[in-house]
């Protein structure tokens, strides 16, 4: 394949969970990986499956919820949405990442090209 | 709820709702792949690649299940209860390792822990007193002997106590017996401590209800106050609060009760049900020695610095009172040694005897595992090669070790307890302290931190050595079984085995020597025939039998009544009973026989009031002149009997009759000479251990005492005359009690049921390691043959003789049981002197007892090892080739 792929952090993995369900409401697990793969252009390539160990432990934190209802295709299927402390955590989640993505770019700005 | 909290109840709840969560991720997984195979097939994939592709997509299932899983419970406490549930399989598959393993520990923390707690209890916890470390003992003796510890006279006491800088309190007691009458009860004799005012203060013990005794309580006429044992208050006067200030009549005489002490303290005994005042009249003489002492260090003064102190009192009494105190000395003892000093020795036997249990207790387990660890090296590297990783391994054998420790603990703990309760109901009043037994924690936990120990590492060391690194092949390869396996760990496991063994012959040995003690005690004869002899004690209360016509003439009717029963052959009364119940002894003087050298006292014996009825009563045989009779009254001529070891050492040469003897020392000249009319045979009345002393009989119409011994011989069963017995008493004496009603052959036991206690313990200890020491050397042989089953399959095949297999096998038996043997003899041979203080009769070193334990050890491990082998020369040849 011709772009590398980039593994993705535990804690990305979950602001972007975070991100997608404050967006785009209650979402079920295929339905998240699914939106993240679509914004991330393809970039970020996921097992899917690991969004369930981030969902889980997002659930344990109580910042998000979940609960069976029926997808748009009339299947039954686990639906996730955030709760307060969710958009709370995102808020502060999301300032501290734009922080620190700043620092990092003008870090890099700073090394010379080989 | 902070996060983190959120975070553990949500584990928690998970741990717990598994299987549930577990469905529930799976329906939610299986959507997940049909949505994706929606997709794919809107995509123009065929249904079957579409299905592929999801799953593809998706990732391995079993690993975000195992993700999952981890994530949301407690990963390691699952972890945990998976292996212990493992280890409890697997040790259920191998019951007869199991339930040994368990038992062997159970049994060796049990006995471990029951004797720690004995010996926690009675010799080491300090005594329940204030500071009681700083408690001494006191009492006097002859300078000579450093051993002797002997009552004080009153006027020692009271010199000792005006003088003594470095006793900052000094109480003095004697002990005895009142009879309590009125209400709650039938009138009964109970054991009482007569003690200064300020007994309970040197002491340090507060009462628990009321108050201790005031100083107008002591005085000689006043009321005498009475304190009541914890046990005493409740059983005579059902725990009544109300009991203070009441009036309670002790020996005919009026008390009142001033205080009630704490349960479990009880001194001198746990047998005082009632400490009563002393008031000690002011003395008239020096002599008259019947008062104990017990005093407090004063604060900054040693033991040492106190006893200089007395040798400079000891010094100025002597030069004032040279007749008394010429040759006198203060003694002291600190207060605990001088009440657990005597139980000592045979405790700390008993608990080398328990050590060694527990080491024998643990070569068997570290054996049984070594055993367990050759068998399972096959299942072991079998795992190891298929991928199992070593960490993992490694706590699969130590979960198991544990469990197994664990559950021996647990089976430690309750015969800990069981054996504490036995230990109770069968020692003698001889310990001391047994109220205070319980089972010790700290004991417990040393045991069973020994046992954890002792699992662990050998539970390990299979695993260890099987895992270590390249040995993998190896293993496999011995697996096949054509390869003698571990010859290492055999000749650990031998050692271990053999170490056994001689342990085992240690304690045997020692149960041989305290036995063969035991029955040369029970074989020394008292003096009197115990058979058909009944014997009792009466105490008349001065306040009512004040003069001596009164007390004479009470003891005359008495014996007139108990000779008038059918069935009474003989009966008789004195002051002191064969083996062991002493009364008085005093020194005495032979007419014509020379003054002892200066700076000695004259010789001792065994002082006896006695009824005419006496001996024969007892049996004793009389073997020169006569008995008393009833015309030996104080206004007839004084006379004596002296017993057979006094006329031999005392009386010069030729015939003791008509010799005068006179008792007491210079001290008193008044006291009149006795004309010797008969000589009778040696009774011991110090126990049936010490040689008898020099006994002098004086009757009972010419010395009176008002506490006596009726000694009756039946013609049937003496038990049978105890009701008539009462009756006579309570006829003669409605208030007065009849105690300690007991046959003679029962005193004759319960005078050897110290030695007793610790023969059955020793005894009990001994097979219990030839019990263990059977297991291990059963264990060993018939797991060596396991392993050698092929070989000697083809040496069957190839022609040996059954015989010749049966020596095989056998040699190996025999060669461990030869080395332990020959190691034990020479530890026993070391340690039994340890025990010599406990022996009698019989020497530590004594040869027919090392070899017969040495040959009753041998068989019977012998025997262990037999059966096994017999085994083997029953093998199949084609049916063990074959089975390769």
């Known amino acids: 394949m011709g772009t590398e792929k980039s593994e993705i952090l535990q804690g990305t993995l979950d602001l972007m969970v975070l991100q997608t369900l404050a967006t785009m409401g209650p979402l079920h697990g295929y339905g998240i990986a699914r939106r993240i793969e679509q914004v991330s252009e393809e970039v970020l390539a996921i097992n899917q499956g690991t969004i369930y160990a981030a969902l889980l432990r997002l659930a344990q934190k109580g910042w998000i919820s979940a609960a069976w209802g029926v997808s748009e295709n009339g299947r039954r299927a686990k639906f996730y949405a955030i709760t307060g402390a969710g958009s709370r955590q ?15 770019g003008r870090l890099l700005a700073l090394i010379p090209r080989s | 709820m902070p996060t983190f909290l959120r975070v553990l109840a949500s584990r928690l709840h998970a741990t717990f709702a598994g299987r549930r969560l577990d469905d529930d991720l799976d329906d939610e997984l299986r959507s997940h792949l049909a949505m994706l ?5 809107r995509r123009g994939m065929d249904p079957e690649e579409a299905a592929r592709a999801a799953r593809r997509r998706l990732g391995q299932v079993t690993r975000i299940k195992e993700d999952h899983r981890r994530q949301r419970g407690l990963y390691h406490l699952e972890i945990l209860a998976q292996d212990v549930r493992y280890a409890l399989r697997t040790l259920s598959r191998s019951p007869s390792f199991a339930l040994t393993a368990v038992a062997t520990l159970g049994l060796g923390i049990g006995a471990a822990t029951a004797m720690y707690s004995l010996v926690e209890a009675v010799l080491l916890r300090p005594l329940p007193m204030r500071d009681a470390h700083r408690l001494v003992f006191v009492t006097g003796g002859p300078r000579r002997l450093a051993e002797a510890e002997m009552p004080l006279s009153a006027a020692d006491y009271l010199d000792l106590k005006a003088a003594a800088r470095s006793l900052a309190s000094l109480a003095v007691f004697e002990e005895g017996s009142v009879s309590l ?6 009138p009964e004799q109970v054991q009482a401590a007569f003690v200064s005012a300020d007994f309970f203060a040197a002491l340090g013990v507060e009462p628990a209800l009321g108050r201790s005794f005031t100083a107008e309580e002591d005085r000689p006429h006043s009321t005498p106050a009475v304190v009541l044992a914890d046990r005493f208050w409740r059983r005579r006067f059902g725990a009544d609060p109300k009991v203070l200030g009441r009036t309670i009549k002790l020996s005919e005489r009026n008390c009142v009760v001033v205080g009630v002490l704490p349960p479990r303290v009880a001194y001198p ?8 005042t002393l008031q000690l009249a002011p003395p008239t003489r020096r002599g008259g020695y019947f008062l104990y002492g017990v005093a407090r260090l004063a604060p900054g003064v040693a033991l040492a610095g106190a006893r200089a102190e007395l040798d400079g009192i000891d010094r100025r009494l002597q030069q004032q009172f040279p007749l008394t105190n010429g040759d006198f000395a203060f003694r002291l003892v600190p207060l605990q040694q001088r009440i657990v000093g005597g139980a000592r020795p045979a405790l700390l036997v008993l608990s080398g005897a328990v050590l060694l249990i527990l080491l024998i207790a643990c070569a068997n387990v570290a054996s049984l595992h070594l055993a367990r660890g050759l068998g399972r ?19 699969q054998m130590l979960t198991e070790s544990t469990v197994l420790a664990l559950a021996g603990g647990a089976l430690g703990v309750l015969l800990a307890w069981a054996e504490l309760a036995g230990l109770e109901a069968l020692a003698p009043a001889a310990v001391p302290r047994l109220a205070e037994v319980a089972v010790d924690p700290s004991a417990l936990a040393w045991a069973a931190l020994l046992a954890l120990a002792t699992g662990v590492v050998f539970g390990l060391a299979p695993a260890w050595g099987e895992l270590g690194g390249g040995r993998l092949a190896g293993a496999l390869a011995e697996r096949s079984g054509r390869f003698t396996a571990g010859a290492e760990r055999r000749r650990l496991r031998s050692a271990l085995v053999a170490a056994e063994v001689a342990l085992s012959l240690v304690l045997l040995v020692g149960a041989g020597l305290l036995l063969q003690s035991f029955v ?9 025939r115990p058979e058909h002899t009944l014997t009792a004690h009466l105490a008349l209360p001065r306040a009512k039998y004040g003069d001596d016509r009164a007390t004479l003439a009470f003891w005359q009717r008495l014996l007139e009544r108990v000779e008038a029963l059918p069935g009474v052959a003989a009966a008789g009364l004195g002051i002191s009973l064969p083996p062991d119940q002493l009364e008085v002894s005093d020194i005495f003087t032979v007419e014509g026989a020379p003054a002892p050298p200066p700076g000695q006292s004259p010789p001792m014996a065994n002082l006896v009031f006695v009824s005419p009825g006496y001996f024969d009563a007892l049996g004793v045989r009389l073997l020169r002149g006569r008995r008393f009779a009833g015309a030996d009254r104080a206004d007839a001529p004084k006379v004596a009997i002296v017993s057979e070891s006094l006329a031999r050492r005392f009386v010069a040469a030729g015939n003791p009759l008509g010799k005068r ?18 000589v009778v045979g040696d009774l011991r009345y110090d126990g049936l251990a010490l040689p008898p002393a ?25 038990a049978a005359l105890v009701p008539a017995l009462r009756r006579v008493v309570s006829e003669l004496d409605a208030g007065l009690p009849l105690a300690a009603v007991r046959t003679m052959d029962e005193t004759l036991a319960a005078s050897v049921s110290e030695p007793r206690f610790r023969t059955l313990l020793l005894g009990a200890f001994s097979l219990l390691a030839l019990l263990l020491a059977t297991v291990g050397v059963y264990g060993l042989v018939a797991y060596t043959l396991a392993q050698r089953t092929h070989e000697l399959g083809i040496r069957v095949a190839l022609g040996a003789s059954r015989g010749r297999v049966l020596r095989l096998v056998l040699a190996g038996g025999c060669r461990l049981i030869g080395v332990g043997v020959a190691i034990g003899l020479l530890a026993s041979l070391a340690l039994t002197r340890l025990a010599s203080s406990l022996l009698f009769g019989v020497a530590a070193t004594d040869p027919p007892t090392f070899l017969a334990a040495a040959l009753v050890l041998s068989l019977v491990v012998l025997l262990a090892s037999f059966v096994p082998a017999r085994r083997a020369t029953r093998l199949d040849p084609a049916a063990v080739l074959r089975s390769e």
């Open chain 2, 694 to 718: 020099p006994a002098l009989f004086q009757p009972m119409g010419q010395s009176l005492w008002s506490e006596m011994y009726l000694v009756v011989r039946s013609s049937s069963q003496p």
């Open chain 2, 37 to 41: 195979a929606e997709e794919n097939r």
């Open chain 2, 520 to 528: 040369r005690l029970t074989r020394v004869d008292s003096g009197a």
């Open chain 1, 90 to 104: 995102l808020a502060s989640e999301a300032e501290n990442w734009q922080r620190i993505s700043g620092v990092i």
């Open chain 2, 269 to 276: 005994g746990d047998k005082v049900e009632l400490w009563r």
């Open chain 2, 661 to 678: 003897i006179r008792t007491g020392g210079p001290e008193r000249p008044n006291n009149p000479w006795m004309e010797i009319v008969g």
């Open chain 2, 377 to 395: 090296r096959g299942e072991l590297t079998l795992r190891a090669a298929l991928g199992a990783g070593r960490a993992r391994l490694l706590r």
């Open chain 2, 181 to 186: 009458g009125g209400p709650g009860g039938e």
